[in-house]
């Protein structure tokens, strides 16, 4: 079974400061990855995905993950957040190599930032 | 284009009473996903299909819940003898893939159900 840990549950930042969002997760075969967010209102969305390749990712609005398979990590970051990334972020996996397709999803971590 | 719909957007219920939330996914997309969110947690996996067929029910909590996709296009999950403990966020999600692994799924803004 899988099971995604999301450290921080609720950050809270002044505008311009830097972002990293913490995710572990624990499954032993290949894994996609995920960060969906969810502002305030609406419907989660994707940020960005890792399959395979380079395992820095880029994804909207300014947000990079790191893929760190010896630690079991995606970390999300971006360099200097703005009030509107105010919301809420989940880190999912989903088992890349079983044929199943759930996706595992961590608690969810509640960004608030500050003008 | 249009997204993956979902109604109603509210339901309150009884305890004891059935229910029937609806999902449309987005136009094309052969799979379709049901999850549950409650209240501080992140989205729990309920049933997946890929076409008509339930290909993975295996988190559906018990055998009050049902989820059916006749035409592989809309899907209605059930809920018989509801609880309070089934008060949740419900989501549908959708995606294009047909193949073997996770892919991408496009969620809808989900069924708020809340059982007195």
């Known amino acids: 079974a899988q099971s995604v840990s999301q450290h921080n549950h609720h950050v809270i930042l002044s505008e311009a400061a830097s972002l990293e969002l913490g995710c572990n997760y624990s499954?032993?075969?290949?894994?996609?990855l995920f960060w969906y967010v969810q502002y305030p209102g609406q419907h989660l969305q994707l940020l960005l995905k890792?399959?395979?390749?380079?395992?820095l990712v880029k994804g909207i609005k300014g947000f990079e993950a790191e893929f760190i398979k010896s630690k079991f990590s995606f970390n999300l970051r971006k360099p200097s957040v703005q009030w509107s990334d105010t919301a809420e972020y989940f880190c999912?996996?989903?088992?890349?190599?079983?044929?199943?397709?759930?996706?595992?999803f961590g608690s969810g971590t509640r960004l608030q930032v500050q003008p | 284009g249009a997204g993956v719909s979902q109604t109603p957007s509210n339901k309150v219920t009884e305890k004891g009473k059935y229910v029937e939330l609806r999902c449309d996914p987005i136009?094309?997309?052969?799979?379709l996903y049901w999850y549950r969110q409650s209240l501080g947690q992140g989205p729990e996996f309920l049933i997946y299909?890929?076409?008509?067929?339930?290909?993975?029910d295996s988190g559906l909590p018990n055998d009050r819940f049902f989820a059916v996709r006749p035409e592989g296009s809309v899907s209605t999950l059930k809920i018989q003898r509801t609880e309070r403990g089934d008060s949740a966020v419900y989501l549908c999600?959708?995606?294009?893939?047909?193949?073997?692994?996770?892919?991408?799924?496009?969620f809808g803004p989900g069924t708020r159900l809340t059982v007195l």
């Open positions: 890792y399959f395979s390749g380079d395992p």
């Open positions: 999912a996996v989903g088992p890349g190599d079983t044929g199943r397709r759930a996706l595992t």
């Open positions: 299909f890929q076409g008509t067929g339930a290909a993975d």
């Open positions: 136009s094309g997309h052969t799979a």
């Open positions: 999600a959708s995606s294009g893939s047909t193949s073997g692994s996770t892919d991408t799924q496009y």
């Open positions: 499954y032993g075969g290949t894994v996609n």
